[in-house]
């Protein structure tokens, strides 16, 4: 099944004068269970494309299809309610709300789709296990380390079984052994809940770990192929 | 649900000295719209009841060509019958009581010095006459005294005059001349209002007529009613050729002007000051906003709705302003209850008669009055912060997520 679909989509950011054109007729289809890594120079357009695909942004032109909903003409509030419950995030910084908990960061999501108490709570405590990070619940962020953290944002990202997870540069602020302990539990989400990953890296390490390289230069796709990662 | 106070409460957690410091702001700006609405309420209550209780009254029966400003006792301006129609007068429901009085001008002289005054001819026994009753030496007047006065506090010192003493008191009588006669100075009063004692002193009605020529008629009838917007009604019951009956509201139209007035300017006043303070919490609000950009990114990217992030600022203002406003109230309300008993001095601030106030004017803080700047204070403190909740509803997730990376 396909998770998302991109139809020849650009898209040009224009500052004052000047116009880039970060994505040029992109065409990409994600298939329901894939661990896909966008890679690319720095400058290639992956974030923007994570950003596309995620409905966090809108393309210039072309067409973007999630869960086989066409996306482009809806309205903020709308898009937010695409987003919930159908695609999750890892961002690069930690993106933890500060005055959360751990815990209190992964129900949020739950909160917002409007699950019970009793859910919310078997749920939390459920991805934060499976994290790792069960015994650290009540820390807030500023009490943890960045691969904590991340992990913490894994599980939040996880926590309304999206179908989409999207991550972009999920391990580059981490030390080796964390960024694999952070790899080595999207793998096994993958694997256990065939819950879709894309990633826009440089890292090596997540690289090794896809099943999918799609490579982009200059805003276009130049290469897309299997890659190393056992599924 | 969601549970917003909570975010909000750790937010402004977050920056307590900032949170606090615009909570305070609040405060003490409610705390001063109170006070100030408290300081209106109690100046114009003692305006009206001063200059209703001491000098007018709530309606006059005069002879419709009595001019006060004159304070002739020529018999052609002066009331017949004074008592017969005091006591009709009486007979209504609605009239607390009615009195004769008679005005002629007059000079007081002791040793070397005069000052020029204005006799009042009382009947001593009318409760109208209350308000002159508190005595700091002496005794009250008796109706049939020939020769004891009654003066004020502020002439008695000016005058270094003592119960006891003798002044001699010059008037200007009803055919035009002036006679003089010595007076034993029975009492001292004060009303608390300098502006009015310094300048009268009273004398039995009976024998302020036999003094001044007015045979036995008076320049008016001061008549109290149980209420005082019953006046109109009374003016007409009442009304008849012989006489003109004059209200309040004619009698006082400065002090209606002004007591209509105050209002509207103390809605001027409470718009500065609530102007200052929301400014305060916008700006907090706003650094908040700025400062949680990315914050608001991420919410947004796991589907925060752009109400729902409305909602989390306002309640952050909602707890600013309930802190802020409480604690302004009781701050408010404190000062208000401490100057209501002890008064703030003013003194004698030289107004004329027809806006007299008392030398200390004691603050009045009305429960209306309370409830509506708690309110006001409140919605618009939630107004203002629409403002910047709006902002951070409307960042793009991108944006958002951009500007702190
Ligand atoms: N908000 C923006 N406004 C203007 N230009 C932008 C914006 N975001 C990205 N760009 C430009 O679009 C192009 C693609 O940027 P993008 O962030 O997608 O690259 P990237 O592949 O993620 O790079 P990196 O590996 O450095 O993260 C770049 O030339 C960048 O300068
Ligand atoms: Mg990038």
């Known amino acids: 099944m396909e998770v998302a679909k991109l139809t020849d989509v650009t898209r040009i950011y224009k500052v004052g004068q000047v116009e880039t054109r970060a994505l040029n007729g992109i065409n990409l289809t994600i298939e329901s269970g894939e661990f896909t890594s966008l890679v690319g120079p720095s400058g290639s357009g992956k974030t923007t494309l994570l950003q596309l695909i995620g409905c966090l942004d809108q393309p210039t032109s072309g067409s973007v299809v999630i869960n086989g909903k066409e996306t482009t003409g809806l309205n903020r509030n709308q898009r937010a309610d695409l987003r919930k419950g159908t695609i999750g995030f890892v961002f690069q910084f930690f993106a933890l709300i500060p005055t959360l908990t751990a815990y209190e960061n992964v129900e949020m999501p739950l909160l917002l789709n409007g699950k019970s108490a009793a859910e919310r709570r078997r749920r939390v405590m459920e991805l934060l296990e499976a994290v790792g990070m069960a015994d650290r619940a009540n820390n807030r962020p500023d009490q943890l380390s960045g691969g904590q953290q991340q992990r913490v944002a894994v599980a939040r990202a996880l926590a309304t079984n999206p179908k989409l997870i999207l991550a972009d540069e999920p391990t580059a602020n981490l030390d080796t052994e964390n960024g694999e302990q952070v790899m080595e539990i999207m793998k096994k989400l993958n694997r256990e809940t065939g819950t879709t990953f894309v990633f826009a890296t440089h890292d090596p390490r997540v690289i090794k770990y896809a099943n999918r390289v799609v490579t982009l230069q200059d805003g276009v796709i130049v290469k897309d192929a299997p890659g190393n990662g056992k599924s | ?405």
């Open chain 2, 1 to 405: 649900m969601i549970n917003y106070f909570k975010l909000a409460y750790r937010n402004l957690g977050r920056h307590r000295r900032r949170s606090f410091l615009s909570g305070l702001a609040l405060a003490l700006g409610t705390a001063l719209l109170m006070f100030i609405a408290a300081f209106f309420q109690g100046e114009m209550r003692s305006a009206m009841e001063s200059t209703l209780r001491l000098n007018s009254g709530h309606l006059q029966v005069r002879d419709a060509d009595y001019d006060p400003d004159k304070l002739s006792v020529a018999w052609d301006y002066l009331v017949e019958n004074p008592m017969q129609i005091a006591a009709q007068i009486q007979t209504l429901d609605v009239v607390q009581t009615a009195t004769p009085r008679l005005f002629a001008s007059g000079i007081v002289s002791v040793r070397d010095e005069s000052v020029g005054v204005q006799i009042i001819g009382i009947d001593p026994a009318s409760p109208a006459n209350d308000p002159y009753r508190t005595l700091t030496a002496g005794e009250f007047l008796t109706a049939d005294d020939r020769e004891g006065i009654l003066i004020g506090y502020p002439l008695a010192q000016s005058l270094r005059l003592s119960v006891g003493d003798t002044l001699t008191l010059l008037v200007n009588t009803a055919d035009g001349s002036v006679d003089q006669q010595p007076f034993t100075v029975r009492g001292i009063f004060t009303t608390g209002t300098t502006a009015y004692d310094k300048g009268i002193v009273f004398l039995p009605l009976a024998k302020a007529q036999a003094f001044s020529g007015a045979g036995d008629r008076a320049s008016i009838i001061f008549v109290l009613l149980k209420d005082r917007e019953q006046a109109e009604a009374v003016a007409a019951a009442i009304s008849s050729p012989n006489y003109q009956v004059k209200t309040w509201r004619e009698l006082n139209q400065l002090l209606v002007l002004v007591n209509d007035f105050s209002d509207a300017y103390l809605v001027v006043i409470n718009l500065i000051i609530l102007g200052v303070t929301v400014t305060v919490i916008v700006n907090t609000l706003l650094m908040s906003v700025f400062e949680r950009t990315r914050e608001i990114g991420i919410l947004s990217a796991i589907g925060m709705k752009g109400h729902q992030i409305i909602t989390l600022f306002l309640a952050e203002a909602f707890l600013l302003a309930a802190g802020g406003v409480t604690a302004g109230t009781l701050i408010g309300w404190a000062a208000s209850a401490y100057f209501g008993k002890v008064g703030i001095y003013f003194g004698d601030l030289g107004l004329s008669a027809d806006m007299l106030l008392e030398d200390r004017i004691y603050t009045v803080l009305t429960f209306d009055a309370a409830v509506n700047l708690i309110i006001t204070a409140f919605v618009i403190t939630l107004l203002a912060s629409l403002y910047p909740a709006r902002m951070a509803s409307r960042m793009e997730p991108v944006e958002a997520l951009h500007s702190a990376q």
